[in-house]
């Protein structure tokens, strides 16, 4: 029986990068593992009942994530759960969305949404460890810059070490672009990482300017889209945890 880790994915960045993650872990576990199985590190199988169009219903199982999807935007979750990979799928049920956003606002993450929401979400990540016959800690993905990914990531973080103070803490933060868009990226930078300094085990970080270089030079992408930069960092994140 093998340990269990769910992973919190907060904001556009943290959703899109766990995504490329566990994409890329479910890859290299299906070829390596007899039968194409996935470990239960990441994943858990879950029984649904199922019905065709002739509402014959039978039992069906799938292979589904051992995440919590957060944002304060609904549009990046939907299209998570709606594009499944062909390994394993997301359990809507795991997913925390609100309509307002967080416009990059640090404060309105972490004390408006994170006292707002912060029980709501816990909730969820509760039901989420229920399902870990072994539960072993959290990784944590997050964007350093935004609103949701920094502030509401941060309060997150420290929500978790306060209720599962037993299991490990990890946190993944992507830094920012030096001249990036978000004028306020080097506050939210310096407020987040002050608070995960207190509460977190480990502090992973991934610099945005690296993975653009690395695509650019390394791999001849001279216009790396977003996908392109999440694979790199995901590679380079399942090498240290698989």
């Not at 199985?37 to 169009?53: G, N, P, W």
């Not at 539960?135 to 350093?144: D, E, I, K, N, T």
């Amino acid at each position: 029986m093998s340990s269990s880790v769910v992973c919190l994915q907060v904001g556009q960045c943290g959703i899109q990068l766990g995504s490329s993650l566990l994409e890329t872990v479910a890859e290299e576990q299906s070829q390596v593992n007899a039968g194409g199985e996935l470990s239960e590190t990441f994943f858990r199988k879950q029984r649904f009942v199922a019905s065709d169009s002739y509402t014959m219903k039978g039992v069906v199982e799938k292979t589904l994530a051992r995440s919590v999807l957060v944002d304060m935007e609904p549009k990046v979750i939907a299209s998570t759960v709606r594009n499944d990979s062909p390994l394993f799928g997301v359990d809507p049920r795991s997913c925390f969305a609100k309509q307002s956003g967080s416009g990059n606002n640090w404060a309105r993450g972490f004390f408006d949404y994170g006292s707002s929401y912060g029980d709501d979400i816990l909730d969820k990540v509760r039901r989420e460890v229920e399902k870990c016959d072994m539960f072993r800690g959290f990784l944590v993905m997050q964007s350093l810059a935004g609103g949701t990914g920094s502030g509401l990531g941060a309060r997150v973080a420290q929500l978790l070490k306060d209720d599962f103070q037993s299991n490990f803490l990890v946190n993944h933060c992507v830094w920012p672009y030096e001249s990036g868009e978000v004028i306020v990226q080097n506050y939210n930078t310096l407020l987040t990482l002050s608070h995960l300094h207190e509460c977190s085990d480990g502090i992973i970080v991934t610099e945005n300017e690296s993975l653009l270089q690395t695509c650019q030079r390394r791999l001849d992408i001279p216009r790396p889209t977003f996908h392109d930069l999440n694979k790199v960092a995901a590679k380079a994140l399942a090498s240290v945890l698989i």
